[in-house]
């Protein structure tokens, strides 16, 4: 089989290819010890980048697995002449159901993998995050446990989580609704109400200035303001939304790239240094909030177990 691009961490990973990478593992995974059935969803996740790693070291015996799959290289190489030995792969995901004004999405359901953990991600899944960033996996699940563990990554609508951010949507629309809006365009964080709020908020937001109002609420499991699309991993709010919407693993994907696009919130995560990761996580209002004390109760409560 072949591929167009690279497969793998911050690889174009396109969904052909990927679906193609998934399929070749799950067609040989019998020669992984352990190794899980895929989804064949074309979703470059955290339990395809830990099998890319897994038929690495163990089949090809890397010393340094990449995790990366290229076109007419030897993981790939191997990959196709590799004889079939493994079960039948997982079935494939169900497309997102079609979705008008604010963004929507499928069901939630918690990541494959095994029983979930806060936020519905699954046990297996919070050891590949803390694996790609270096860290413990209780350190992880604090800070998914703090952002949004009691609400879920999705609401009972199925669409992502959300918490709209007046002040946000006033910055980057210069405050030029602020007048006759300002419950929604406000220079002054707060005013953020109950959960049933947020969607009308943004729907009203959307309706004044689509793309301000998108990168003005904080979205999913890890609670990633669309400002910050781009350290998320995707060049567009529009399409950093759309993964948010598409399944947990994507949220996942955008907290790892997220994290690792900053050198300090990365060592606050690893060193366990909460008012350091949450003044960067969560801006200077953090001791306010208590994001940093909470974090590190919610440590305490998982690396105890």
């Known amino acids: 089989m072949m591929i167009a691009t690279p497969v793998g961490p911050r690889r174009p990973n ?24 895929l989804r064949e969803d074309g979703i470059f996740g955290p339990r395809t980048a830990a099998a890319i790693s897994r038929y690495q070291a163990q089949v090809l015996r890397f010393g340094k697995p990449d995790g990366v799959v290229d076109p007419g290289g030897p993981t790939l190489t191997a ?15 169900p497309a997102p159901r079609p979705t008008g004004g604010a963004p929507a999405a499928p069901a939630p359901r918690p990541a494959a993998g095994g029983r979930a953990g806060p936020g519905g991600i699954s046990e297996a899944t919070y050891v590949d995050i803390a694996a790609r960033l270096g860290c413990e996996t209780a350190a992880v699940k604090a800070v998914v446990e703090t952002e949004v563990a009691i609400r879920g990554p999705y609401d009972s609508a199925g669409r992502p989580t959300i918490l709209f951010e007046r002040h946000k949507f006033h910055k980057h629309t210069n405050g030029r609704f602020a007048a006759a809006h300002p419950d929604i365009c406000n220079a002054t964080p707060g005013g953020y109400g109950r959960d049933s709020e947020q969607y009308p908020k943004l729907e009203r937001a959307m309706a004044l200035d689509r793309a301000a109002a998108l990168k003005s609420a904080s979205w ?10 781009v350290q998320a991993g995707h060049s567009t709010v529009e399409a950093f939304v759309d993964a948010m919407k598409k399944s947990l693993l994507l949220q996942v994907e955008a907290f790892i790239a997220f994290v690792r696009a900053d050198r300090r919130l990365l060592s606050a995560i690893r060193s366990r240094n909460w008012p350091e990761f949450a003044r960067i996580y969560n801006g200077p209002s953090y001791r306010k909030y208590k994001y940093d004390e909470k974090m590190r109760t919610n440590y305490q409560k998982y690396a105890a177990q």
């Not at 990959?79 to 995901?93: E, K, V």
């Open 220 to 229: 999913g499991a890890f609670q990633i303001l669309g400002e910050n699309h």
């Open 79 to 93: 990959l196709s002449r590799a004889p079939a030995g493994g079960r039948p792969a997982a079935p494939p995901a």
């Open 14 to 37: 396109r969904t052909a290819d990927v679906r193609t990478i998934q399929s070749l593992l799950n067609r040989t995974r019998s020669r992984v010890p352990g190794q899980e059935a």
